[in-house]
């Protein structure tokens, strides 16, 4: 446990030095933005689906309820996102448990099915009420310049700390749950679902737990997002290719499962990402979902036990503790 | 009471083309036990393909989802032996993230080549209507839900009398059993896939009379594709065509009573309700 | 009644098939009782309703005077009632202390629990091998392994499915010894499974017999051997099947 923290304190602090050092108005610190946010959203998906083995394809529910509630919270009442944002975490845990109850005893490709389903149920009710979200219009954060108190900001700089916060939180809850006793129970449901049961595991309230802790913080980044980008859709946040299956992604790349794991994933998914939309901007639109698709297909054929094994090889940093 | 049976047979006509889009996946579930993520985006692609038929060689889409069929199978069958044969026993995870990454690749391909712009076709019976009493019946509806039934006629055909047709029906019953009586299962997982999405892109073809083509046009039908399968029952061909009426039914009937954007939500709830209490749905063998 | 596990008529179907036929037996404190039967008599199905992993179709289970048919496994675990399974199902990526510090975690927090591991390890003498991946053991280290990991659940019944199945006679001789010192002293009930006759034989008191789902014969080693029901079952003599 001490060296999971050591290490997020590590990158705390390299994220939080980079940001000092880039130009505050500049592209890079835009990207390192993204990384951070990047890689937060993948650690959420890490808790379910690295830890408790969960396949969850519907991620971008919780993102987007996120999203919207801390918004138009300030649209329609002036509501500090502040506030909005553990009222959004609140939605979303809602959300989860709603969805949990028909779907917990579920197993793999049906429980990833549901999960799908559930992002595009929440898609279609944000269009379908645009009096409140903006429909497929979108919806936009109301400006009002620089302010900590309604988390924005003109320049990208000032975001850094923020997203570094929340890279910080969303880490050192996934080392609690991944060792000490919670760690010991997660792993169990995961390696064995049946057999930890028998042995005295409450197996449907530890998934609950992952899920539900895991939909909060997918809904604070959610938040962060809408704070960051002013500007979002349904399509946009509630996209089941670019936020669901993007935060699977991440943290399969960097190594499910790990701690670590969504850091690498974001520093090599992002930056790709950017260099893709810059260089191919003709063809711009789809080149990045397109390759990671590739990548996605490669990392499977060449260890298709491995992937098992890729999320179960490294065992979550420091569980012997 | 006549809004009512108007749209129930609205439901049912559309239903039908439902089935057929859908018996693919059910087909590919039953005899390869994989969950297919990718099978939409071959909707999209049966689509596209028609739609070059007419533009370029002034085909009706009804023709043009013929040769949906036909390329549906090609590529579905090659992405079969190349990709997905590699995790036939592999865990459900690899299974899960290779169709997903086939179905970016699918959509993201189609987005690459032809755009995100809507194309869509024009027919000379586009704007028809039958009329029979007070209903309307209309005519790109019918012509595909004739087409839908035709294709499934073949379908059943094709299973119960030919002998491909046993050879699959045997794998998807006992593969190691079928290997002795020396069916070689690997290339029977090639022809269903190829087949499940070759009617997925064929349903794609006979819809293009009344729905446009876009990349995205296939991810749009994932719930509800899946919603029929899940109705019938994962792995029941017959059940795949019964869900599709009912789908299609459900589907028409919520624009009475709900905005017609929230008309996938019932399916949503129904979906949910029996992946919950009911995965073998309503004519299918085992779905966990 | 003193009956510490009472099974009512326990049934289970599975689509047309009767796994276990109208099966009903008491057991009393601190007894062993062997569980025999051919192939696929339905013992560890019968075991997997006990536990919990399965719901009767039909009957009622009792443990300690309260009913527990259908109620979920680790629920049945807390009231003290837990198995092993019969190709080991330790968690695989884990090692054989861990394993057992997972069951521990139910009644003790991390530290306790951990000690609790340790103790029941020593108890099966797999003490020295505690750090090792599951992976790494014998099959029949993994399946003392799985004995630990029920113990620390700290049971009152354990059912055993086939637990020396790999063993040569020394180590059965020894895993029975421990086995009864286990409920001597830990005020332990076992029903075991086994199809070596003579470790069976051994170590039971009293013999519960299977045969296609139904309850065939329920009596001292003794008696049971003697039966004629039980050898035709076993010999597949022309007797008809009981319902």
Same mark, same amino acid.
């Given at each position: 446990?001490?060296?999971?923290?050591?290490? =997020?304190? $590590?990158?705390?602090?390299a994220?939080?030095a980079?940001?000092q050092?880039?130009?505050?108005?500049?592209y890079?610190?835009? #990207?390192l933005c993204l #990384?951070?946010?990047a890689?937060?959203? &993948?650690q959420?998906?890490n808790?379910?689906g690295?830890?408790?083995n969960?396949?969850s394809?519907?991620?971008?529910?919780?993102?987007g309820?996120?999203?919207?509630?801390?918004?138009?919270l300030? +649209?329609? &009442?002036g509501? @500090?996102?502040?506030i909005?944002m553990p #009222?959004g975490?609140?939605? *979303?845990? @809602?959300?989860a448990?709603?969805?949990?109850?028909?779907t917990m005893r579920?197993k793999g490709?049906y429980?990833a099915l549901?999960?799908?389903?559930?992002?595009?149920?929440?898609?279609?009710?944000a +269009?379908a009420?645009?009096g $409140?979200t903006g429909?497929p219009?979108?919806?936009? #954060?109301p400006?009002?310049?620089?302010?900590?108190a309604?988390?924005?900001?003109r320049g990208a700089g000032?975001y850094v700390?923020l997203f570094?916060?929340l890279?910080?939180?969303v880490?050192v809850v996934?080392?609690?749950?991944?060792? &000490?006793r919670?760690?010991?129970?997660?792993?169990?449901v995961r390696?064995?679902e049946?057999?930890?049961e028998v042995?005295?595991?409450?197996?449907?309230k530890?998934k609950?737990?992952g899920?539900?802790?895991?939909?909060a913080? +997918?809904?604070?980044?959610?938040?962060?997002f809408?704070q960051?980008t002013?500007f979002?859709?349904?399509?946009?946040?509630?996209? *089941?290719?670019g936020i669901s299956?993007?935060a699977a992604? =991440?943290?399969?790349v960097?190594g499910v499962g790990?701690?670590a794991g969504?850091? =690498?994933?974001a520093?090599i998914?992002v930056?790709?990402?950017?260099?893709l939309?810059t260089y191919?901007s003709?063809k711009a639109a &789809? =080149?990045?979902p397109?390759t990671?698709?590739?990548i996605? $297909?490669a990392?499977?054929?060449?260890?298709?036990?491995g992937? $098992?094994?890729?999320?179960?090889?490294?065992?979550?940093s420091g569980?012997?503790? | 009471m006549? %809004?009512l049976l108007?749209?129930?047979t609205d439901g049912?006509l559309i239903?039908?083309?439902?089935g057929?889009?859908a !018996?693919g996946l059910?087909l !590919? /579930?039953g005899?390869l036990k994989?969950v297919?993520f990718?099978q939409a985006?071959?909707?999209m692609?049966?689509?596209y393909v028609a739609w070059f038929?007419?533009?370029?060689l002034?085909l009706?889409?009804?023709?043009?989802a013929?040769?949906?069929l036909?390329?549906?199978?090609?590529?579905g %069958?090659?992405?079969?032996?190349l990709l !997905?044969?590699h995790?036939i026993?592999a865990p459900p995870?690899a299974?899960i993230?290779?169709?997903?990454g086939?179905?970016?690749?699918?959509?993201n391909?189609?987005l690459?080549?032809?755009?995100?712009e809507?194309r869509?076709?024009q027919t000379p019976?586009?704007?028809? %209507?039958?009329?029979i009493?007070?209903?309307?019946?209309?005519m790109?509806?019918?012509?595909?839900?004739v087409?839908a039934?035709?294709i499934?006629?073949g379908?059943?055909?094709?299973?119960?009398?030919?002998?491909i047709g046993?050879?699959i029906?045997a794998?998807s019953?006992?593969a190691?059993?079928?290997?002795? /009586?020396?069916i070689d299962t690997r290339?029977i997982?090639?022809i269903?896939?190829?087949?499940?999405?070759g009617?997925?892109?064929?349903g794609?073809?006979?819809?293009?009379?009344?729905?446009?083509?876009s990349p995205?046009a296939?991810?749009? /039908?994932v719930?509800l594709?899946?919603?029929v399968v899940?109705?019938?029952?994962?792995?029941?061909v017959?059940g795949a065509?019964v869900g599709g009426l009912?789908v299609g039914?459900?589907?028409?009937?919520?624009t009475? !009573?709900?905005p017609i954007?929230l008309?996938n939500?019932?399916?949503?709830?129904?979906f949910?309700?029996f992946?919950?209490?009911?995965?073998?749905?309503?004519?299918g063998?085992g779905?966990? | 009644?003193?009956a510490?596990l009472?099974?009512?008529?326990?049934?289970?179907?599975?689509?047309?098939?009767?796994?276990?036929?109208n099966v009903s037996?008491?057991?009393?404190?601190?007894e062993?009782?062997?569980?025999?039967g051919?192939?696929g008599?339905?013992?560890?199905t019968?075991f997997?309703?006990?536990?919990?992993?399965?719901?009767p179709?039909s009957?009622?289970i009792?443990?300690?005077?309260?009913?527990?048919?259908?109620?979920?496994?680790?629920?049945?675990?807390?009231r003290?009632?837990t198995?092993?399974f019969q190709?080991?199902?330790?968690?695989?990526?884990m090692?054989?202390?861990?394993?057992v510090?997972?069951?521990?975690?139910?009644?003790?927090k991390l530290?306790?629990?951990?000690e609790?591991a340790?103790q029941?390890?020593?108890?099966v003498?797999?003490?020295?091998v505690?750090h090792e991946d599951?992976d790494?053991?014998?099959?029949?280290?993994?399946a003392?392994g799985e004995?630990a990991?029920?113990l620390a659940?700290?049971?009152?019944?354990?059912?055993?499915?086939?637990v020396?199945a790999?063993?040569?006679?020394?180590?059965?001789?020894?895993v029975?010894a421990t086995?009864?010192?286990?409920?001597d002293?830990?005020d332990?009930?076992?029903?075991?499974v086994e199809?070596?006759?003579r470790?069976?034989?051994?170590?039971s008191?009293r013999?519960?017999?299977?045969n296609?789902?139904?309850?065939?014969?329920?009596?001292?080693?003794?008696d049971?051997a003697?039966?004629?029901?039980?050898?035709?079952a076993?010999?597949?003599?022309s007797?008809?099947?009981?319902?």
């Open positions: 446990m001490k060296r999971s923290l050591l290490l =997020i304190l $590590i990158l705390a602090v994220a939080l980079l940001g050092m880039l130009d505050p108005r500049g890079n610190v835009r #990207v #990384v951070l946010l890689a937060s959203l &993948g959420c998906w808790i379910v690295g830890l408790a969960q396949i394809l519907g991620h971008a529910a919780f993102f309820i996120g999203a919207y509630t801390s918004t138009v300030q +649209t329609l &009442g509501i @500090t996102p502040w909005g #009222v975490m609140l939605f *979303a845990m @809602t959300a448990l709603l969805l949990s109850l028909p579920l490709p429980f549901a999960t799908l389903a559930f992002g595009e149920a929440c898609r279609i009710l +269009t009420f645009p $409140i429909g219009q979108g919806i936009s #954060v400006f009002v310049g620089n302010s900590w309604m988390m924005q900001f000032n700390y570094t916060g890279f910080v939180v880490s996934f080392a609690c749950l991944s060792h &000490g919670m760690g010991y129970l997660m792993r169990a390696e064995n049946e057999a930890a042995a005295g595991v409450n197996t449907l530890v609950l737990m899920s539900l802790i895991s939909a913080l +997918t809904a604070a980044t959610g938040t962060l809408a960051f002013f979002f859709d349904p399509e946009s946040v509630f996209s *089941a290719s299956i993007r992604l =991440i943290a399969i960097g790990t701690l969504p850091i =690498i994933g520093l998914v930056p790709l990402e950017e260099l939309s191919l003709s &789809g =080149i990045a397109f990671f698709g590739l996605l $297909i990392i499977v054929l060449l260890r298709p036990r992937l $098992i094994t890729l999320f179960r090889n490294r065992r979550p569980a012997r503790t | 006549t %809004a108007q749209t129930l049912l239903g039908g083309v439902y057929v889009i !018996v059910s !590919v /579930f005899v994989i297919n990718a985006e071959f909707l692609i049966g689509m038929c007419w533009s370029y002034g009706d889409p009804i023709f043009g013929f040769v949906a036909a390329a549906g199978f090609l590529i %069958a090659a992405c079969q032996r !997905v044969q995790v026993h995870v299974q993230f290779l169709t997903v086939l179905l970016a690749v699918l959509e391909g189609a690459m080549l032809f755009g995100s809507f869509s076709v019976y586009q704007t028809a %209507a039958l009329e009493g007070q209903l309307f019946i209309s790109p509806y019918l012509i595909a839900f087409a039934v035709t499934s006629l379908l059943w055909l094709v299973l119960a009398h030919t002998w046993r050879a029906r794998t019953q006992n190691q059993a079928a290997r002795l /009586f020396g290339v997982y090639a269903a896939f190829g087949l499940g999405t009617l997925t892109a064929f794609g073809g006979i819809i293009l009379s009344y729905s446009a083509v995205t296939g991810t749009q /039908f719930v594709m899946f919603t899940v109705l019938g029952g994962l792995g029941s017959l065509l009912i039914v459900i589907q028409s009937l919520s009475l !009573v709900m954007q008309q939500l019932a399916l949503f709830v129904v949910i309700t992946l919950a209490f009911r995965p073998q749905g309503l004519l063998k779905a966990r | 009644m003193n510490l009472h099974a009512d008529g326990v049934t289970i179907k599975f689509g047309g098939l009767v796994a276990v036929n037996f008491d057991i009393r404190p601190k062993i009782i062997g569980l025999i051919p192939n008599a339905g013992k560890t019968l997997s309703m006990l536990v919990g992993l399965y719901r179709t009957g009622q009792h443990f300690d005077g309260q009913r527990i048919d259908g109620k979920r496994p680790h629920l049945i675990a807390r003290g009632m198995k092993t190709n080991t199902a330790l968690f695989p990526e090692s054989l202390l861990e394993n510090t997972t069951a521990a975690l139910m009644r003790h530290g306790p629990a951990r609790l340790e029941c390890l020593d108890k003498g797999l003490l020295g505690a599951v790494d053991l014998t099959f029949p280290q993994r003392l004995v990991r029920a659940t700290e049971p009152r019944i354990l059912l055993l499915d086939e020396m790999a063993l040569t006679p020394l180590e059965m001789d020894s029975i086995l009864k010192a286990l409920r002293k830990e332990l009930t076992l029903i075991v199809h070596h006759m470790a069976i034989m051994r170590l008191e013999l519960l017999v299977l296609f789902g139904s309850l065939i014969a329920d009596g001292t080693p003794q049971v003697s039966n004629p029901d039980v050898i035709a076993y010999l597949g003599g007797h008809a099947q009981h319902t």
